[in-house]
């Protein structure tokens, strides 16, 4: 099966200071996504990004498909991003029945953002 | 309104019990998802499943069942419950082939199964 990798697997930064998560996958892929999950457990979806660049506030990617990579960016970061940030993809074959689509996950990046 | 909810959000009973954990989606999606988290934080999938196919990821047991009594719910349903079936257990949604949004999928808050 794919194989997803994240790093770093921890990350501690200032409140203020930028960041930027990787996430590196074995094989083509039709989605992508960056969830955080917060300290009570929520999975919050960032981006649907399976190519190209998306910002929203603070938080941009950028996915690379040709490349098998894609990049978190967290700017001016604040004690309420801490977290696990994931990112999951599928390959799902377009002709294949929609049941076919099921992500998989990376193992996260454990972000905590000190005061 | 809550997009994907799930109930009990936590659970705690004995080895041996079989307990249902439910799921809805208001999201108006053909396609709903089980994934498993276990104590290392690692998200896996269990079943995907629309009213046409069911996908069983291989490793799952079968005292593991999904049930769908119509397109907005998909319960999961756990038979002669392990010690090591103790994890967080997420539901999520998807409408694939959505103009714009592909697949992208939806989870629920998760329910924290604990057996002792």
């Known amino acids: 099966g794919i194989q997803v990798e994240q790093s770093p697997p921890d990350l501690i930064l200032q409140e203020g200071a930028n960041s930027t998560l990787r996430c590196n996958f074995s094989?083509?892929?039709?989605?992508l996504q960056w969830f955080h999950q917060n300290p009570w457990g929520q999975l919050i979806n960032l981006f649907y990004i399976p190519s190209g660049t998306k910002q929203n506030g603070r938080l941009s990617a950028t996915t690379v498909a040709t490349e098998r990579y894609s990049l978190l960016y967290i700017s001016s970061s604040q004690t309420t991003d801490s977290g696990v940030y994931f990112c999951a993809v599928d390959l799902a074959r377009r002709n294949s029945g929609a049941g076919s689509y099921q992500l998989t996950f990376g193992k996260g990046t454990k972000l905590s953002v000190i005061p | 309104d809550t997009a994907v909810s799930q109930t009990p959000k936590y659970l705690v009973t004995q080895m041996g019990n079989d307990k249902s954990i439910k799921c809805e989606q208001n999201l108006g999606h053909d396609t709903m998802y089980w994934y498993k988290q276990d104590s290392k934080k690692f998200l896996k999938i269990m079943f995907s499943y629309n009213n046409k196919e069911l996908i069983i990821n291989e490793t799952v047991p079968n005292r593991f069942s999904p049930k769908s009594p119509d397109k907005a719910h998909l319960n999961l349903h756990i038979n002669s419950l392990e010690l090591g079936d103790s994890a967080v257990y997420f539901c999520?949604?998807?409408?694939?082939?959505?103009?714009?949004?592909?697949?992208?999928?939806?989870f629920g808050p998760g329910t924290r199964l604990t057996v002792l």
């Open positions: 094989d083509s892929v039709n989605n």
């Open positions: 999520a949604s998807s409408q694939p082939g959505r103009a714009g949004g592909g697949n992208e999928q939806f």
